[in-house]
């Protein structure tokens, strides 16, 4: 077999912002319009009783569901993440028959035993007062409306459910392996996503999310000695409940909700001048070098808010939150959940990736399951700048390592097009390759063909366009289109779309003419620096012809090169000693060693 190496860290974010409820209400809500553009609507009213002994709760859900879709709908599925923490689950046996297993998983639901599993099992539910049938099937309940929802209707779902916490294992769960009592994510009925591709009312096998904008109301009653915190405003302090105190929160705007809780968690709240507010929730039983990790890190939280407000957009909450939990770093609505006991690089690094997360992700709110490279990439691309920019980094190319991993994939023969279904990789390394490194690289290499100033306003200009909306694939590459000028949809199709390469090759140098090559299927515009014999210099830009333009340059602009026409010839002033194609490396050239004539190794 071939050998490739990948590396996969990603972090945990839980974000809890005190927004303006008025400024984020349902007046802003997409409906339909004349642009064709729609998206569904959920309103959560939650009461939740947990039982800290047994690790159980029971709820009480009245969720109002508005179709603001031209369809009819006479189904309709909510998500019950938890089952899939269950001997015999999809979750169970794919994390114990595909190629490569998760460390984190491996077999350890197998073992599970009855008090330890996680399940949601719902006892009844109504729709506008009138019981449906409805049907657990693993971790989507299918429900059979006895009225349809017709285009622009609201309807009311009531729902009484119990549930159990399993052990922690992947993202939720109780007693991780630092002693965080209780993370809670993906932990209560959730009503899946419909939009123009209609339900997306996937099984939870191993990978991440995709919901429903909607405004969260949630009591929790809790034992009296607990800490919580997560996504939403608290409302006022916790009022007392018998031997408990409940907690009362509310989320506008968001497509989840999440929360964690902890006897020994410390809060501290840290004010950034303009806002937002962060908090940070730890266990104050750690050892002294983890706490002071915790203290050191608040400062350097508010500045990667400011980078990331300043760089994607502004930050619309007036919360977010830091939550010790989980297992590992992940992002969810307004906070992150991490592991903490790590070493200060460490935790920096986790905090930026979850906390960039709120931005492609949670505002940006693209489909994980379909478009994973959107979220993870997009992610890894915007906090590496984030993390240079703290540290005060110059480096040539600050996404070299992306590089690496996506080029030792795609030598590797085993990479899988970034249309992959996130659960459909064959192997783990794959999946994290592609969606962490390649995603990455598509920004990044995305400014070499446009210039960088073009791909700074595309971003900006993304964001405000498609915040608060599910954008998909095509989104982010009109945007650039409508900011560049340039006809982009090549690149879409040929990285996003296939497993081409980009392997461009100096196949000759006689005197003053230089002969290149297309070696791969896929085009790219070329940077070509020559050094002359003379020990001069000059940079040359070679358009791509599909590209009907050229980006921004200060080098000299060649005449066109057409991607089927596999040679390219130019003819220089002098006689050329030294020629490179892509000095700047930010082209994801496969195979480097024929990028250089002359140069010495």
Known sequence: MKKFFMCLFCATIIFVCDADVDSLNRAHQIQPSNSGYWQQHVDYSMEIDMDVNSYQYTGKQTLVYTNNSPEVLNRVYYHLFFNAFQPGSEMDVRSRTIADPSTKIGDRISKLKPNEIGYIKVNSLEQNGNSVQFETVGTVLEVDLNQAIKPGEKVTFYMEFNAQ?????????????????????????KMAEYDDEGWHADPYIAREFHGVWGDFDVKLAIDAN??????????????????KKEYHFIAPRVHDFTWAADPDFQHDI??????????????????????DNWKKLQPDTAKLMKFFSENVGKYPYDQYSVIQGGDGGMEYAMCTLITGERNYGSLLGVTSHEMAHTWFQFLLASNEAKHEWMDEGFTSYISTLAINSLKGNTGKNPFKNSYRRYVSLANSGYEQPLTTHADRYAYNQVYGTAAYSKGSVFLSQLGYVIGEENLKKTIKKYFDDFSFKHPKPMDIVRTAERVSGLELDWYLIDFGQTTNTIDYGIKSVDGNIIVLERIGLMPMPIDLTVTYVDGSQEAFYIPLQMMRGEKPTDATVASDWAWAIPTYSLKTNKNVKVVEIDSSEFMADVKRENNTYGLEK
């Open 165 to 189: 916490v399993p052990v922690q294992i992947r993202r939720s769960g109780r007693n991780n392996k630092e002693g965080v009592a209780l993370s809670m994510a993906q932990w209560y009925p």
């Open 226 to 243: 607990y800490v919580v915190g997560g996504t939403g405003y608290l409302q006022g302090a916790p009022k007392s409940k018998g031997n």
């Open 270 to 291: 840290f004010e950034m001048p303009n806002g937002p507010k962060l908090h940070f929730y730890y266990k104050k039983t750690m050892s002294k070098k983890y706490l």
